[in-house]
């Protein structure tokens, strides 16, 4: 948990989560030290030979044709940066960009890129003392890679742009200065090197999957909750039924579901009240199991990204080679997270039809809008609005991005991948999707009060505990998103999943 040894080949989701959001560590192999030296020394020599190689001889885009002499090959590499730092909006989270360092550092461990270890040890020591660029989100098109927000990201180290320390955003001079760390000029191929890759789209998306992980989990809990507020019918969570059509995610979830009624008395059977349930109940674990099929490819996509060489070009040590390619093309992400948000749009979907069904006097049986004085009182009237405008939100936002393609640099970059933007945009839809979990929570609460409790669960009675700590029960209104903010937060902290997988065991995934 304290410490992260960068090797180039084996990080983790989890240890990227220790080094951005819980400050471990970082530390660079003696392998990998050695493949940053040895894939040096190959630029070195091509250099000395004056070698025609792009972006180490050659100008960028479409100037590749554009011969450099040695004498300018390091101004070069500084006005790459300076030149390419163009990025629009707002600045990404401190953790994105931590995210994105690392797996910059992981990518330099592999050898495959002619940067010097000094400059490597830079980024190293900027983690490690907490100096974090300041980047904005927009800006970059997904191929050649991030280079907008990577060169945002690189100004720090020439002692240019703002970085953040201590709390407070400096000058990128001072904040290196301030936490003892030692500007870089950087020499052939390591502007480059810096910035031809896709870590800013991966860092999102890392953190998103991380983050959806444990949401889905969060999401199999809602929906046990709504299963104890309507009187849901658990026959529809048979085994059987889900083992002769054997997807990993639906049979998962309809295993999880039971584990959390466990010992219900407010679940029913078939034909004790009804003959079956509205598809929102009854179709859930087919629906959030194609989710979490979803996510389980993503996670794979992006678990091979973060371990990858994303350069350009590729230095091989092995035949003094360094050959131009497209490994920067951030097309796997791209569609990658585009499906991302797709399947995490549905969960917030089906979500929000239970909660129709809780505030609805017609559907539910209970009061209208799970009020006893209604009229005079709202009740949860309008929660079910918001969760409504979210569920919209996020049919706009799940358009995907990948479709696009805009050609840049005089027609030389001609299709390019829009993965930051998919990434980005999966993201908002997960923040979207907690909110709307965190609502259901709150109305599968109150319609268990009102219905009265028979004996929940060992797993729903963990989580009712959990809100009903913050969010007490709703007698005559007030203002509820103070309530949703304390629920949600529930989530964010872990304290929800945390106080369930006690009582009803881990929730696997």
Known sequence: MNEVVITGSEITLQQIVNVARQGAKVLLSARAKKNIIQSRQVIDRLVEDSKIVYGVTTGFGMFSETFIEKEFTNSLQKNLIVSHAVGAGDFFEDEIVRTAMLLRVNNFAKGYSGIRLETVQTLVDMLNAGVTPIVPEKGSLGASGDLVPLAHMVLPILGLGQAKYNGEVLCGKDAMQAAGIATQDLTQKE???????????????????????????????????????????????????????????????ARIVMDLLKGSKNVTRQGEKRVQDAYSLRCMPQVHGASKDAVNYVRERVEIEMNSVTDNPIVFSETNEAISGGNFHGQPMALSFDFLGIALAEIADIAERRIERMVNSALSGLPSFLVECGGVNSGYMIVQYTAAALVSENKVLAHPASVDSIPSSANQEDHVSMGTIAARKAREILENVRRVLAIELMCACQAIDLRGDKGMGIGTKAAYECVREVVPHLKEDRPLYGDINLCEERIIDGSLLERVEKQAGKIEF
């Open 191 to 253: 502007g480059l090197a810096l910035i031809n890759g896709t870590q800013f789209m991966t860092a999102v998306g890392a953190l998103t999957i991380f983050d959806a992980i444990r949401l889905l989990k969060v999401a199999d809990v809602a929906a046990a909750m709504s299963f104890e507020a309507q009187n849901g019918i658990v026959d529809a969570l048979d085994e059987r039924m889900h083992a002769i059509r054997p997807h990993k995610g639906q049979c998962d979830t």
